[in-house]
């Protein structure tokens, strides 16, 4: 079986890689996998207040603090302000195919690292410096057409990183913030921690790094009326609808009522939407919909 890609082929001539199905191989992830089929990012009040507040700590070079409950949108606006995403795709282990960098990354000039569930001393001393200085040798590529530290100097240490953003901060015990600390003291670059709520008051125990939080952030659920102007414009109702649209509405009411504002129960709430409406070979959208859907769901139960 000839490779897909003779170029960047591991195999050799009349090699099938079979031995791959047998090996004790690890995942393959030294560049990201092609990304699923996503709904465009919607642009909602809660995600420009976490953009000003991002922008503030970069400019100011302090360290801030964001919190909010699972499922609001914390992880979706870090990566969506740094470019994350395009970032993964178009940064792989085949350094010839590089084209250029994607647009949101010179923007931001931000880093996203996300520590493990148990993450060592040995990860974090070598993910952030990692993650930033990618980031930094980036900006040098688009300006230069070349990454050389030796004659762009301003790279080093990654000095053109100007936002670190740790995301799940939670997970980093006190060695893990120590080293954060240390980082952030060496470096002339803003940091924010994402976590869960009550960070604030557990980063309180640590007063070398509390002391140097200058911006705080509470990521809030969305409003009613602003997840209803969402889900409206991500269902528009069908120019057909014999009611004047009444049942849609309804149904979008219905929905807005159970998520109560959190954008992880709507993506699965309408992904089950979907399925029934498939299944049933059904187009418009309505209350039973909604209700057939959240059946599915162990949510407003």
Known sequence: MPPTSPKHSVLNKDDDGRRFLTGDFREVNSSAPPPPEMPPFQITHEHRRFAEFADAVRAHRYIGLCWGPPGVGKTLSARHYAGTDEWEQWENIFNDDLGPVPQGVLDSRTAVFTPTVAATTRQIDQGLPRACQQISFAVDFAEHGTVDPFVHTESRSSGRT?????????????????????????????????????????????????????????????????????????????????????????????????????????????????????????????????????????IGH
């Open 162 to 298: 100007e936002l670190l953003i740790i995301d799940e901060a939670d997970r980093l015990k006190t060695t893990g913030l120590e080293q954060v600390r240390d980082y952030f003291d060496h470096h002339h670059m803003g940091v924010i921690l994402v976590g869960m709520p009550g960070i604030e008051k557990r980063l309180a125990r640590y007063p070398q790094l509390y002391s140097r939080i200058g911006f705080a952030h509470e990521y809030r659920q969305l409003t009613p009326e602003e997840l209803t102007a969402v889900l409206t414009r991500r269902l528009p109702a069908a120019k057909d609808e014999g009611d004047g649209g009444v049942a849609h509405a309804t149904a979008i009411a219905t929905i807005v009522r159970i998520t109560a504002g959190n954008f992880r129960l709507v993506d699965r709430l309408l992904t089950q939407i979907e399925r029934v409406q498939t299944v049933n070979n059904l187009e418009s959208l309505t209350p039973e919909v909604v209700e057939a859907a959240r059946q599915a769901l162990l």
